[in-house]
Nanobody, 118 residues
Framework: QVQLVESGGGLVQAGGSLRLSCAASGVTFSSAAMAWFRQGPGKERELVAAISSGGSTYYADSVKGRFTISRDNAKNTVYLQMNSLKPEDTAVYYC????????????WGQGTQVTVSS
């Protein structure tokens, strides 16, 4: 079965940095699209960043220039480097995977908490 395990969350001051990691198993990682979503307190879940199997990336406007998504197919891992963090980035961050040819992200991690203090 597919498993996505996130790590790297924590508490950081505004302006600081964190790097999230998501280790995948049970899926052909190299052909899967990967993404990071987040859900803040009282908010809807939103797409933060995504990376295709070919390495093309997408970023939400709110994180452009501050966050970088990357993948290491040899390690079956996707990363989210988060710089210049703001209190409004506080959320539970989820890793998600979409199999080749699928319309939706069907596989989700358990989430990791990121808290940015002002």
């Amino acid at each position: 079965q597919v498993q996505l395990v996130e790590s790297g969350g924590g508490l950081v001051q505004a302006g600081g940095s964190l790097r999230l990691s998501c280790a995948a198993s049970g899926v052909t990682f190299s052909s899967a699209a990967m993404a990071w979503f987040r859900q803040g307190p009282g908010k809807e879940r939103e797409l933060v960043a995504a990376i295709s199997s070919g390495g093309s990336t997408y970023y939400a406007d709110s994180v452009k220039g501050r966050f970088t998504i990357s993948r290491d197919n040899a390690k079956n891992t996707v990363y989210l480097q988060m710089n210049s963090l703001k209190p409004e980035d506080t959320a539970v961050y989820y890793c998600a995977a979409r199999r080749l040819g699928a319309a939706k992200y069907s596989y989700w991690g358990q989430g990791t908490q990121v808290t940015v203090s002002s």
